[in-house]
Structure formats: structure tokens, C-alpha cells
């Protein structure tokens, strides 16, 4: 179920100073988070944010497509492989 539009988009207070910290500084420097949670904003855009994976920090470069999207959509937790075909699996199964 998606957050109610009265109360707006969700995003990490200490985030959002770190944002705007880095916007106004002009500072290209790669912004670790661990807030997957958070929705990408228009002040977000052109920044490099390393969002938490749970296991590794993802590089994401925000751009104008993202806006309004979850940071967690773009930092995947899951490593498929694609399926084992019949040879590898073994001869005797």
C-alpha cells in the first residue's frame, strides 16, 4: 500500500541535510546511505548516492527518470545466476 499523498514523500532527515549540504557546496562527492526507504527528490538529481545493498554499498547516479522512486529499486539485494542447466546439475540425477 502506498504512503498517503496528504503527509508527502518520505525521506531520511539526516539524508535530505546531506543533500542539501552537498547541492549547495557543489561538492561531486559519493553520499553513503543505508535508507532504502527514502523517495528520490528533484534535489537529488545529478548526485551520486551509495545506497546499502545489505551486504555492499551500490553506486546510483540520480537522474530526472528517477524522481519519485525509492532508492531501493535501483540497489538490488539479490544475485541471480540465471538456472543451472541438466550437465552441471550431475549425471545421476
Known amino acids: 500500500m502506498g504512503r498517503s499523498i496528504k503527509k508527502g514523500v518520505y525521506i531520511e532527515e539526516k539524508l535530505f541535510k546531506k543533500v542539501l549540504a552537498a547541492k549547495n ?6 553520499i553513503k546511505t543505508w535508507s532504502r526507504r527514502s523517495t528520490v527528490i528533484p534535489e537529488m538529481v545529478g548526485l551520486t548516492l551509495a545506497v546499502h545493498n545489505g551486504k555492499k554499498f551500490i553506486p ?3 537522474s530526472e527518470n528517477m524522481v519519485g522512486c525509492k532508492l531501493g529499486e535501483f540497489s538490488l539485494t539479490r544475485n541471480y545466476r540465471g538456472h543451472t542447466s541438466k550437465d552441471k546439475r550431475g549425471k545421476g540425477k
Open 25 to 30: 557546496a557543489q561538492k561531486r562527492e559519493v
Open 60 to 62: 546510483v547516479f540520480v
